[in-house]
């Protein structure tokens, strides 16, 4: 098994299985380990995981956990598959944590970060990391109208070689991107990488292929753009099951701009409140809709968090999102927010997940097998992800006749 890859959300775990099928690599995401048996037939794996939302202590514990069941796997690729923008913190999500748990078990003989995926309007430029807004404008992250006051992980430093050293992994060399086309000599690691044009990533994948081996990578999809380049065409699913249910546990500006465009379904508001407190009154508000065989958004529309954190609260939503799931009486799943989609699947607990075709850039739509019931659609939306109109794109979809 040359490419095992473990991700820090399941909204990112979709893209990396995405962008692997896409490549021709035969691709399955689990939510554990699994035996050698069980991938037998497959080119690569990914393992999907909350380390996102992790404080440091459970962050550890487990990287540690997936590094011994992959010692088995004898992997020659780790991809730590992590968000574009890079986000985290000292005590929340921290990468360089997450690395060096890796590290210490797994043994990599070469490290890589690769800091920007332009397919996502991410880049990276002498070591400081810009990203696009919804505005289409581009921004320094430390300056990204979302990103510097993210409620969870806000980022204050745009030279991420400084923000590593930050979360405890100093000494992170730079291949700026003169260099990346200058020699072909192998860098010292750990090495964080330029990415301004998708170009730069095949050049990475080129410097690279004669390192030595383990290797552990670091970054978002691009790492499979990176070590995998060659992309076939995949068509988009004509026809989704209804009825369709959108939970927008999100809070970001994109994602309100899609609820705000959403014209054609019933919208359902969720207080803090009433989820916490009032969760079955909840549910069978938004489960009579749905047993009609209308299409529902729910949004979490109240900023008030009457003493709940914000991963109390994605906790809460995806019990909820787990009840409907196992009601069966839902067609399609879409669900906003990272951490409101890693926390609903981890109740959910399919026994894998397959790709299932394109929708947009970072929005994969995939399959969750999940125990007793039929083999479901789920669209997982990180909360910078997707147009404007994206709500009513997968609408269509479930209304659209089968081919």
């Keep these: ?65 997936i590094a011994q069941q992959l010692v088995h796997h004898k992997p020659k690729i780790v991809h730590l598959k992590v968000c574009s923008t890079f986000d985290s913190s000292v005590e929340v999500g921290n990468i360089a944590t997450a690395m060096q748990a890796l590290t210490e078990i797994l043994e990599p003989a070469t490290t890589c970060i690769v800091g920007g995926q332009p397919s996502l309007g991410r880049y990276c430029i002498f070591g400081n990391l810009f990203a696009k807004g919804s505005d289409g404008s581009t921004y320094r992250i430390d300056r990204h109208p979302v990103m510097r006051r993210h409620p969870v992980t806000p980022m204050s430093e745009a030279d991420l070689r400084r923000h590593f050293e930050a979360m405890g992994l100093a000494d992170v060399a730079l291949l700026d991107r003169p260099s990346l086309y200058a020699s072909d000599g192998l860098p010292t690691t750990p090495l964080l990488c330029d990415v ?14 004669q390192a030595p081996l383990p290797q552990l990578w670091v970054g978002a999809s691009s790492v499979a753009q990176a070590l995998h380049p060659h992309r076939q065409t995949i068509d988009r699913p004509r026809h989704l099951p209804g009825p369709l ?24 508001a969720m207080g803090v409140k009433e989820l916490t407190a009032q969760p ?26 009457h003493g709940f954190t914000p991963l109390d609260v994605a906790q809460h939503c995806a019990q909820l999102i787990a009840s409907f799931v ?33 929708f947009q850039p970072g929005v994969p739509i995939c399959i969750a097998n999940v125990a007793n019931l039929a083999p479901l659609p789920i669209i997982m939306k990180g909360g910078q992800m997707g147009t404007t109109h994206l709500f009513d794109e997968v609408l269509a979809l479930t209304h659209a006749p089968p081919s």
């Excluded at 380990?33 to 992790?54: C, K, N, Q, W, Y």
């Excluded at 249910?245 to 359902?268: D, N, P």
């Excluded at 009601?327 to 109740?347: H, K, P, V, Y």
Aim: net charge negative; charged share 25%; hydrophobic share 45%.
């Design 326 to 358: 196992g009601s069966g009486r839902i067609g399609t799943l879409l669900i906003a927010g990272g951490d409101t989609s890693s926390l609903a699947l981890d109740e959910l607990r399919p026994q894998s997940i397959d790709y299932l075709g394109p």
């Design 1 to 65: 098994m040359r490419y095992v890859f473990i991700a820090d959300d399941f909204t990112g775990a979709s893209d990396c299985l995405a962008t692997l099928r896409c490549a021709g690599v035969k691709t399955r995401l689990y939510l554990e380990v699994p035996s050698p048996e069980e991938v037998a037939d497959l080119d690569a794996f990914g393992i999907a995981t909350a380390a996102r939302s992790m404080n440091r202590p459970a962050l550890i514990e487990e990287m540690q956990r």
């Design 245 to 268: 249910l959108i939970f927008a546990g999100s809070r970001s500006a994109v994602t309100a701009t899609q609820v705000a465009a959403s014209r054609h379904m019933t919208k359902i």
């Design 196 to 209: 301004l044009e998708e170009s730069d990533l095949a050049r990475i994948g080129e410097r690279f292929r």
């Design 280 to 305: 079955r009154a909840l549910y069978d508000r938004i489960l009579s809709p749905l047993e009609q065989g209308k299409a529902v958004l729910a949004v979490l529309d109240d900023d008030a968090t």
